[in-house]
């Protein structure tokens, strides 16, 4: 079975000093080896900063590895990541005539679905309770946290579209859409005798040749649901055995720099260091490729992991999102139990191409917004180590904080041609099925900002995003609950 292109990338991959070898951050260490990432551009004076997005298709014999589908955000050359958006908005009022836009228009076509959209706007914010320190989790109630059986459902999704991509070729050469996970996490005691390390290892098997249900549902063909609203074609968790499929990913995870954890099991995983800079000589064909994962947690027993795959090329100056995986899991039993979770609880989760999208409406209004803040401390090493903290991690301060907040709705929301080269400032929010966004965004202060979102029908929306500033270092990891506030309705 082909292994999905995520997996083909070694996680958290540093500067190394050729195409041939690499230097890997500690972190989630792939079984795969990663092959050459090479791109032999010669180093020149960049005028132009972009962002580009790929729109990745599964190598079915017949695709052309050398075409890419790309979007760029232009800005000035003084931004590492891509300058000025007010410059690049008013480069875009340049060669837009007004009243038109290329692309077409969601709204007006497939029945008013959003796929991708700009930020949100915040029209209003309050602070109810200004920072306070908050004690760091502890690394084994996190580790107890995490382990365990757990059953889920994946996909992948474009990152120029926001629609569903095939996550593999099946035998028939027909494209597939989902995915069954069977993750078993478990802490074991580090070799090396300090906190206990993270093993996981998730088996998988495709499905779903038909695509997404709601996109199909507005062609003519008839489909039958079945009492859950699914696909009554495809067939149930319980129908495979995935303790002999495929083998997805089998990794490790101990207590590294640029993992940020919480107790309740979720967390932000990805490097503490982009490398940015002036290109040389030495280094221009050089394109470190980073993978980004959130998990969000939801009543203990359900969970949420987005993994972004981003490439680094031209010192930072050419950010390129590869890959968005989505995948959503239930935890079942203890990991000890493993011979009894087959039948102890059925999936309760529908697979991603049966849901609905989350719509930006859904988002606007009033929040009260609940934030934990984890701030890399960098320098202040030995400080730490006289407090008995790792000289292998990097030392974080929590804080918390809360606020109320007011959203409104982002000023564009459109579906692009995967042909057209687009404006990415249009397009930094993708709305995926099951309440999911996922956004990697560029401030005004030229941040750059890795979220996720998991909203539910509660009015409970989940966030966690992570921030690198212009120097390519880690600056914060926010984790937020937010409320929406709906009495006011209510008295009406």
């Known amino acids: 079975m082909q292994t999905p292109f995520l997996h083909l990338y070694k996680s958290f991959i540093s500067s190394p000093p050729s195409c041939q070898t690499h230097n890997l951050y500690s972190g989630f260490q792939n079984a795969l080896l990663l092959p050459p990432i090479c791109n032999f551009r010669r180093p020149n004076d960049l005028v132009r900063r972009r962002i580009v997005a790929q729109s990745y298709k599964p190598n079915d014999g017949n695709s052309r590895p050398g075409s890419k589908s790309k979007a760029t955000l232009k800005g000035s050359k003084d931004n590492t990541w891509s300058v000025d958006n007010e410059i690049a908005e008013i480069e875009k009022r340049k060669r837009k005539p007004k009243g038109k836009r290329r692309g077409k228009r969601l709204a007006g076509g497939r029945k008013g679905r959003i ?26 109630t996190f580790a107890s946290s995490v382990s365990g059986i757990w059953k889920g459902v994946g996909a992948v999704f474009s990152p120029i579209t926001a629609e569903m991509e095939p996550i593999e070729i099946g035998k028939k050469n027909e494209n597939l859409y989902d995915c069954y996970t069977l993750s078993r996490i478990e802490a074991s005691p580090s070799p090396s005798g300090g906190a206990s390390e993270i093993q996981r290892r998730i088996n998988w098997v495709t499905l779903n040749p038909y695509g997404e249900l709601f996109q199909v549902a507005e062609s003519k063909d008839e489909i039958l649901v079945d009492q859950s609203g699914v696909d009554s074609r495809l067939p149930k968790f319980e129908s495979f055995n995935l303790k002999a499929s495929d083998v997805m990913e089998e990794d490790s995870m101990g207590d590294e720099p640029g993992l940020v954890y919480f107790e309740d099991g ?13 290109m040389s000589e030495s280094n221009y064909y050089l394109t470190p490729t980073f993978k980004f994962e959130q998990c969000l947690v939801k009543g203990c027993h359900k969970r949420l992991r987005v993994v972004h795959t981003i490439e680094f090329a031209n010192g930072g100056a050419d950010i ?93 929301s459109v579906s692009f041609r995967e042909e057209e080269m687009v404006d990415m400032q249009d397009v930094s929010v993708m709305w995926l099925p099951g309440g999911v966004t996922a956004y990697v965004d560029v401030k005004k202060d030229g941040v750059l900002c890795v979220g996720v979102g998991w909203y539910s029908d509660e009015g409970m929306n989940l966030v966690m995003e992570r921030d690198y500033g212009l120097d390519g270092n880690l600056k914060e990891v926010r984790s937020k609950s937010e409320m929406k506030r709906r009495w006011t309705d209510e008295h009406k």
């Open 115 to 140: 796929l991708v959209s700009a930020t949100m706007l915040i029209e209003t914010e309050t602070v109810l309770q200004t920072q306070e320190p908050v004690i760091k989790p502890i690394w084994r």
């Open 266 to 278: 979720s967390y932000s995983r990805g490097p503490v260091t982009i490398p940015v800079g002036e």
């Open 320 to 412: 390129q999102i590869m890959r968005v995986g989505v995948y959503e899991e239930q935890w079942v039993s203890p990991a000890n139990y493993e011979e009894q979770s087959d039948n102890d609880a059925p999936l309760e989760l529908k697979p991603f191409s049966q849901r609905k999208r989350t719509q930006p409406s859904e988002l606007t209004g009033s929040w009260k917004v609940f934030e934990v803040s984890a701030t890399p401390i960098y320098g202040e090493e030995d400080v730490f180590e006289m407090l008995g903290e790792s000289s292998e991690t990097t030392p974080y301060v929590y804080l918390c904080t809360e606020a109320l907040k007011r959203r409104n709705l982002p000023e564009s």
